[in-house]
């Protein structure tokens, strides 16, 4: 007997008939043997739909009272799933967060579990009812509601599954799994059997939306077998666990890319110590994220900086740095708002040279000019412009062979 945490999306609960078909695949999967725990999102569209009913109230809407609000869509869903479960003669009961007792701090709109009390589900999973819990949410100490951050009810899942000691936690969602790339750019995308949470990781933050990064963090760090699967049609999925040496590994598994990239450079600054932290220093208060950092080496006593932030925070961004600019006595700034990051992923990168080169080549093969490179353990990301973006990303999926499965290799 197996104990399993299957999570369904807001697409998969979006309508009275789909929640009908989610309570059959639970009730198939109960009947097998299984112990299960069901946790849900609001139905697609519902969280937004609230959060504009407090934007009708209120221009900044008091968090606390927000998360009353916000917390109700999944309260409707595991209520219904519940019902339909019953209607088919499976014994279930649902269950808000803070009925279960899961424990957050007090963090409200983006809290962090501290400690789940899994002494109810336990009771009744050993009575042989399903257990429904409402995703997104918890309770801090003071028996106020809280909220996990948007796309929440991953991690919800993810952590009850750790709590638990789940055999896997499977999260059911409107794609059948995670793919090399996003097919909607390259058509012969192919999805992965298998992927490492390090892999995943680098691919969620990279772009691919498949799964909430901090459900990928928590999974890595509770070592929860984590399964992406699709709601409407059948198929094993995408299984995201650590590294298994007997597992054959591609060299790289997948593409991922950010559209949405801007970069900016000062050039002239002093080679003084402090200066990277002068520039980036103010950026930070401002509270917009820096995600490359190119800094030249020094010909003369002066160097230059590049650095890539969101293209929402392009222009707060270029104001700030021109202030810098100015204070520091640097020469210019530039920038360029049309430019995207293409990221190829893989933990076969480790232990294989030639990797880079061999995407450089590509690239060059195909007349794109990179911009920026930066480089982890497990990936290469290149800026490029904006218009190179879809064929980067095919030339990159055909040099690497990803749309052969590794026994075709
Ligand atoms: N309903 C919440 C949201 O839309 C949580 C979730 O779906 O994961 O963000
Ligand atoms: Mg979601």
Same mark, same amino acid.
């Given at each position: 007997m197996a104990l399993y945490v299957y999570k369904f999306g807001g697409t998969s609960v979006g309508s009275?008939?789909?929640?009908?078909?989610?309570?059959?695949?639970?009730?198939?999967?109960?009947d097998l043997g299984d112990q299960i725990v069901v946790v849900l999102s609001a139905m697609s569209g519902?969280?937004?739909?609230?959060?504009d009913?407090?934007?009708?109230?209120?221009?900044?809407?008091?968090?606390?009272?927000?998360?009353?609000?916000?917390?109700?869509?999944?309260?409707?869903?595991?209520?219904?799933?519940s019902m339909a479960l019953h209607q088919l003669g499976c014994d279930a009961t649902s269950y808000t967060g803070g009925q279960v007792r899961i424990l957050t *701090? &007090?963090?409200?709109?983006? =809290?962090? @579990?501290?400690? !789940?009390?899994?002494?109810?589900?336990? $009771?009744?999973l050993n009575d042989r009812k399903v257990v429904v819990v409402a995703g997104f949410q918890g309770v801090d100490e003071f028996g106020d509601?809280?909220?996990?951050?948007?796309?929440?009810?991953?991690?919800?899942?993810?952590?009850?599954?750790?709590?638990?000691?789940?055999?896997?936690?499977?999260?059911?969602?409107?794609?059948?799994?995670?793919?090399?790339?996003?097919?909607?750019?390259?058509?012969?995308?192919r999805r992965l059997d298998h992927i490492t949470f390090e892999e995943m990781l680098e691919m969620a933050s990279l772009g691919s939306k498949v799964l909430q990064i901090?459900?990928?963090?928590?999974?890595?760090?509770?070592?929860?077998?984590?399964?992406?699967?699709?709601?409407?049609q059948e198929g094993?999925?995408?299984?995201?666990?650590?590294? *298994? &040496?007997?597992?054959?590994? =591609?060299? @790289?598994?997948? !593409?991922?890319?950010?559209?949405?990239? $801007?970069?900016?450079?000062?050039?002239?600054?002093?080679?003084?110590?402090?200066?990277?932290?002068k520039i980036l220093g103010p950026i930070a208060d401002a509270n917009i994220e820096v995600d490359m950092i190119v800094q030249n080496i020094a010909d003369d006593a002066s160097t230059d900086f590049t650095f890539t932030v969101h293209r929402n925070e392009y222009l707060r961004a270029k104001t700030i740095l021109e202030q810098t600019c100015s204070e520091l006595g640097a020469r210019k700034v530039t920038g360029d708002d049309t430019i995207v990051k293409v990221s190829i992923v893989g933990v076969g990168m480790r232990s294989h040279a030639g990797i880079a080169s061999t995407m450089f080549k590509t690239l060059a093969d195909e007349g794109i000019n990179i911009r920026m490179i930066a480089t982890s353990e497990i990936k290469i990301s290149v800026v490029v412009d904006e218009k190179y973006l879809e064929l980067a990303v095919r030339a990159l999926h055909s040099a690497f062979e990803l749309d052969k499965t590794i026994e075709a290799l």
């Open positions: 009275v008939e789909r929640i009908k078909s989610v309570a059959e695949k639970v009730k198939k999967a109960h519902e969280t937004n739909r609230l959060i009913l407090a934007k009708e109230m209120q221009s900044q809407p008091t968090a606390r009272e927000l998360d009353v609000l916000i917390s109700t869509g999944e309260q409707v869903t595991v209520a219904l799933l *701090d &007090s963090v409200h709109t983006k =809290a962090r @579990i501290r400690e !789940i009390d899994d002494a109810k589900m336990r $009771a009744d509601i809280t909220t996990l951050g948007r796309g929440g009810s991953d991690t919800s899942a993810v952590a009850l599954a750790a709590a638990l000691k789940a055999d896997e936690c499977h999260i059911y969602t409107d794609v059948d799994g995670v793919y090399t790339t996003d097919p909607r750019v390259e058509p012969k995308a901090r459900s990928v963090e928590f999974a890595g760090k509770y070592n929860v077998a984590l399964r992406v699967l699709s709601s409407f094993c999925g995408t299984l995201i666990t650590y590294e *298994d &040496s007997q597992m054959e590994s =591609a060299l @790289i598994s997948g !593409i991922a890319f950010n559209r949405d990239e $801007a970069k900016l450079t000062i050039t002239g600054v002093p080679d003084l110590p402090g200066v990277a932290h």
